[in-house]
């Protein structure tokens, strides 16, 4: 994961994908999620723990890759949540 640079009211991106970008918003609410913004603005809100899909109008088929990556960075996505929300 690229280290992370960001401006005040901007989620910083935490990782690329050629369809998405994934985000982490600072001082974001429970539980603890990351957002999928997909290309064409449609954005999906997803679970740290269990990898689920909580909000959006995202198909789970759509992000597989990115699902697939999460369940593989799940304890380095809950530091940077937990980081996020000092």
């Not at 009211?9 to 999928?36: L, Q, S, T, W």
Request: hydrophobic share 45%; net charge neutral; charged share 25%.
């Amino acid at each position: 994961m690229q280290p992370l640079h960001y401006h005040k009211g901007v989620m910083p991106i935490i990782e690329r994908f050629a369809h998405c970008v994934v985000r982490i918003n600072p001082k974001d609410h429970a539980p603890p999620h990351f957002h999928v913004v997909m290309n064409d603005a449609r954005e999906a809100w997803v679970t740290i723990n269990t990898v689920e899909i909580i909000h959006g109008k995202v198909a789970a088929r759509e992000i597989a890759e990115v699902l697939a990556w999460a369940k593989s960075n799940r304890e380095t996505l809950a530091a940077k949540f937990e980081e996020l929300q000092q």
